[in-house]
C-alpha cells in the first residue's frame, strides 16, 4: 500500500469494499426474509442486523468522521451499537427490515464512493483517511465471517454452495517443527492496514519450543474423543472441567457419532467427519484438554507468531509466513472460496520460514496467551476496538479461517474470544517446551 500512488490505492481501496460488499449481501440474499430478521442462536445476531450495523459503522466512520458528512439516520445510531445492546436482545428492537436494511447500507456506500473520490489520500492520510477506508473494509469482512458462523448454526436446506478445497499434495511432514531459542519481531508499526491491537512492532525473546507442522486433524482429535478424554478430569482444567459438564459437552460442535463413525452438518449438508482436516468447533478448554492428553500444550501468542513470520536466514519478521507478498489463492484458504478447512498438507506454497504449514486460513489457531496490549500499546481510533476487551477474559486466536477474507488477516492480526466459544471457526495446534540436550528429530 505504502508504494502505491494515490490512484492506485483509491482502486485498491473500491476493490476491498466492493469485495466485501460482494459478501454481505451474498450472505444476506441466501435466504428469505423470514429467516434475514430471527434469531438462529443466542449467540448470534439477526443477519439483518449484521447488515445494517456494516452500514451505521461505514457511515460513522468514512461519511461523518472522513467526509465530515450529517448523520443520515442518527435515530439509528443507538440499535446498531453493539456496546448498548447485548446479541441475545437484538431481535427485540426496532431494527430496519431487510428491504430498508439493504436501501440503507446501498446510501451510505454510494456516499463513500463520493467521500473516496474527493478525499485526498497523501501519505500523511495513509495512517489516517486511508486507514479509515481499510478499517472499514476489514470490519464489513469481519462481520461477513461471523454472518457465515450464523450461516452454519442455521436450521434447514443448503443455500451456500463453493467448490471443494485443495486436496493434500504434500504427505508425510514431519509432526513438528523446532524453533531455536531467541528474540524476533512481534508486531508491527508499519503495516498501514494493521489495528491498534497489532501495534508497536517489539522485540520478545522467545525460549526454544517445537510447534506441530499443522493444525490438529479430525482423525487425530477423535483418537482424544475415542479415548474418553470428555470424561477425565486429568485432561480438563478446572474452569473446562465446569464448562464440559454444565453443557454436557462430548465432542467438538456439530459432531455426532452414527453407525461407528463421527458425522456432522456443515451448512445443511451431512457427511462423515473428514480425517484429514483440521478440527473445527472446538471451545479453548477442549482444545487445553486435547494438548494435556497429547502430552503437549497450546502454544503462546508469541511462538505462534515467531513460527509464523520469523525468518532465520534475515533475522526479520515477515508479513506472512510465505513471505510479504498478499495472500493469494495458492498461498492460503481464506476469503469463503471453500466452505471448509482443506486437509493438511494442501498448501505447501504457505509455508514459513521454518517450514510450519497453514498458519493462515483454513482455522483460526487458539493460542494459551490472554488479550492484552503489547508495550507502548495506544488505542485507535476508538478505545472499543480492542482496548475494553483486554484482560484475562479472552483468550488470543491467530491465523484466520476459511471464513476470512484476506483483507482482515495479516501475519500479525489478532483474534480473541471467550474461551468457551465454539460456534467461531476456531481449531488449534499443540507445542511443547524444548530443553537443551532434547534429542531433536
Ligand atoms: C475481532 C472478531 C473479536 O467480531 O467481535 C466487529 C471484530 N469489532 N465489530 C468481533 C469486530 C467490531 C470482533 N473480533
Ligand atoms: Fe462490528
Not at 126 to 142: C, N, P, V, Y
Not at 170 to 192: C, I, K, N, W, Y
Not at 223 to 228: L, P, T, Y
Not at 410 to 415: A, L, Q, S
Request: hydrophobic share 40%.
Amino acid at each position: 500500500l505504502r508504494e502505491l500512488s494515490e490512484p492506485a490505492l483509491k482502486a485498491y481501496v473500491a476493490e476491498v469494499l466492493d469485495r466485501a460488499r460482494a459478501r454481505s449481501l451474498a450472505l444476506t440474499g441466501a435466504v428469505d426474509d423470514d429467516d434475514l430478521v430471527k434469531q438462529h442462536s443466542a449467540l448470534m445476531s439477526p443477519l439483518v442486523w449484521d447488515l445494517a450495523h456494516i452500514g451505521s459503522q461505514e457511515e460513522i466512520w468514512i461519511l461523518r468522521e472522513v467526509g465530515g458528512l450529517d448523520p443520515m439516520r442518527p435515530d439509528i445510531d443507538d440499535l446498531y451499537d453493539a456496546f448498548q445492546h447485548p446479541r441475545a436482545t437484538r431481535p427485540s428492537l426496532p431494527l430496519l427490515g431487510p428491504s430498508e436494511a439493504r436501501r440503507y447500507v446501498e446510501e451510505v456506500r454510494r456516499r463513500t464512493f463520493d467521500v473516496l473520490a474527493r478525499t485526498p489520500l497523501s501519505d500523511r492520510a495513509l495512517t489516517r483517511d486511508a486507514f479509515a477506508f481499510g478499517m472499514i473494509a476489514q470490519h464489513e469482512q469481519q462481520h461477513c465471517e461471523t454472518m457465515l458462523a450464523t450461516h452454519q448454526l442455521r436450521k434447514g436446506d443448503p443455500v451456500l454452495h463453493a467448490p471443494a478445497p485443495p486436496p493434500a499434495t504434500v504427505r508425510d511432514l514431519p509432526e513438528e517443527v523446532v524453533v531455536p531459542a531467541g528474540s524476533f519481531t512481534m508486531g508491527t508499526s508499519v503495516e498501514p492496514w494493521a489495528l491498534d491491537n497489532e501495534r508497536p512492532a517489539h522485540e520478545v525473546f522467545v525460549d526454544a519450543f517445537a510447534i506441530d507442522t499443522t493444525p490438529v486433524t479430525n482423525a487425530r482429535y477423535a483418537e482424544f474423543v475415542d479415548d474418553g478424554g470428555y470424561a477425565d478430569p486429568r485432561w480438563w482444567s478446572d474452569a473446562g472441567w465446569a464448562y464440559r459438564s454444565e453443557h454436557g459437552i462430548v465432542a467438538p460442535r456439530f459432531w455426532r457419532r452414527e453407525n461407528g463413525r463421527w458425522w456432522r452438518t456443515r451448512f445443511g449438508v451431512y457427511e462423515p467427519v473428514p480425517g484429514d482436516e483440521p478440527v473445527l468447533h472446538v471451545s479453548y478448554y477442549e482444545a487445553e484438554a486435547f494438548a494435556a492428553w497429547a502430552g503437549r500444550r497450546l502454544p503462546t501468542e508469541a511462538e505462534w507468531e515467531k513460527a509464523a513470520r520469523y525468518d532465520p536466514a534475515t533475522g526479520r519478521s515477515r508479513r506472512y509466513p510465505w513471505g510479504d507478498d498478499d495472500p493469494t489463492p495458492a498461498h492460503a484458504n481464506l476469503g469463503q472460496r471453500h466452505l471448509r478447512p482443506a486437509p493438511v498438507g494442501a498448501y505447501p506454497d504457505g509455508a514459513s520460514a521454518l517450514g510450519v504449514h497453514q498458519l493462515i486460513g483454513d482455522v483460526w489457531e487458539w493460542t494459551s496467551s490472554d488479550f492484552r496490549p503489547y508495550p507502548g500499546f495506544t488505542a485507535f481510533p476508538y478505545r472499543e476496538y480492542s482496548e475494553v476487551f483486554f484482560g484475562p477474559d479472552y483468550k488470543v486466536l491467530r491465523g484466520g479461517s476459511f471464513g476470512s477474507d484476506p483483507v482482515a488477516v495479516r501475519g500479525t492480526f489478532r483474534n480473541w474470544d471467550f474461551p468457551v466459544r465454539r460456534q467461531i471457526f476456531a481449531g488449534f495446534r499443540c507445542a511443547r517446551d524444548v530443553r537443551y540436550g532434547d534429542a531433536v528429530v
